[in-house]
């Protein structure tokens, strides 16, 4: 009896102890891996697309390392403060109606962003989109 | 002596269970996932599904993975059939046939930690649908992007389950 609590014990801390590490090798990958905001001055191409029409173009020069930084500097968006980042609601003027099930999709250099604007880092040259899209399994 | 007598209770009252019973007792089971999934939706990976998808499976078994599928259309009629669902066919299966796989354990702690990574690896699972579509990049950064909530669920499932197991498991088991 001892015997099996001694071994279900050992269990308890190999376990526990490997998920420790698990974390630890998770942490150091998101400190090696994630991308970064080039630091300096840098300048940004931004359009805002609503169906067939580009309703701003803008260049912007900033220091921001990020993009939400670079978009606020210009008052370009605005949003509401949620678990992951900011969630962003109006670009340029336009506001997205969730009840039509409008929301705003974020394209880095042609691409879907996996990052939120908040995440999303700046590299001179860079160029994003914001594209009114309709519809939440879109 | 009472033992053996409370174990054929259990058992007498295991086989007394009609197929209709069965399916009020999924269906109850699957309700209560999905409502618990959209109460929890506003906060970052913290969420029951995993405890209660690993209580099912060690509870009803295969039985469970018909919550698992019904749970999985629900979510999908609610929020779109987007790419992260794809994922929803396969995670949760997993977690299911490592729960039956392990099913002997008894420690809560070592269910706290099949749980906690399971809340690790979760972001890992979703970005398989980029790796096919975008390929390694848009996979990768997917799942870099997604770390910092992996990390959170993964604390908030090992919390949650070393929490609850014990008395849920308790109730559950009475549902059979």
């Known amino acids: 009896m001892k015997k099996t609590n001694k071994s279900n014990t050992k269990t308890i801390v190999i376990a526990v102890t490997a998920l420790i590490l698990l974390v630890a090798v998770f942490f150091t990958a998101y400190q090696l891996l ?3 905001g080039a630091e300096g001055a840098k300048t940004i191409h931004v359009d805002v697309t609503v169906g067939d029409e580009t309703i701003k173009t803008v260049d912007i020069n900033t220091d921001a390392e990020y993009l939400r930084q670079a978009l606020e500097e210009e008052n370009l968006i605005e949003g509401e403060e949620g678990a992951y980042g900011l969630w962003v609601v109006t670009v340029a003027g336009r506001t997205a109606d969730s009840g039509k099930e409008e929301w705003w999709s974020l394209y880095k250099n042609g691409e879907f962003s996996m990052t939120g ?3 999303t880092p700046l590299e001179d040259g860079d160029s994003f989109e914001y594209r009114l899209t309709v519809g939440y399994d879109e | 002596m009472m033992n053996n007598l409370d174990s054929k ?5 295991r086989q007394s269970k009609t197929p209709a019973q069965n ?6 089971c699957t309700a209560l996932i999905f409502v618990q999934q959209i109460a929890l939706a506003g906060l ?3 969420e029951l599904v995993s405890f209660l998808v690993i209580l099912y499976a060690k509870i009803f078994r295969f039985k469970s993975l018909y919550i698992i599928y019904v749970f999985a259309m629900l979510e999908g009629m609610f929020y779109g059939f987007h790419i992260w669902w794809i994922s929803y066919l396969y995670v949760w299966t997993i977690l299911a ?3 039956i796989a392990f099913s002997a354990v008894k420690s809560p702690i070592i269910w706290a930690v099949i749980s906690g990574t399971f809340g690790l690896f979760f972001g890992t699972l979703c970005a398989i649908p980029y ?3 975008g390929g390694p990049s848009m ?3 997917y799942w870099v992007s997604g770390i910092p909530f992996d990390l959170i669920h993964c604390v908030s499932n090992f919390a949650l389950c070393l929490l609850l197991w014990k008395p849920l498991e308790k109730i559950t088991s009475k549902l059979l």
Request: hydrophobic share 60%; glycine share 0%; charged share 15%.
């Open chain 2, 44 to 46: 970052p990976n913290i």
């Open chain 1, 117 to 119: 604007v908040d995440d």
């Open chain 2, 131 to 133: 790796l096919i579509m």
């Open chain 2, 97 to 99: 046939l490592i729960t």
């Open chain 2, 23 to 28: 399916i009020v007792i999924l269906a109850l």
């Open chain 2, 9 to 13: 209770a259990v058992s007498d009252s």
């Open chain 2, 139 to 141: 996979a990768i950064a």
């Open chain 1, 34 to 36: 994630r991308q970064r």
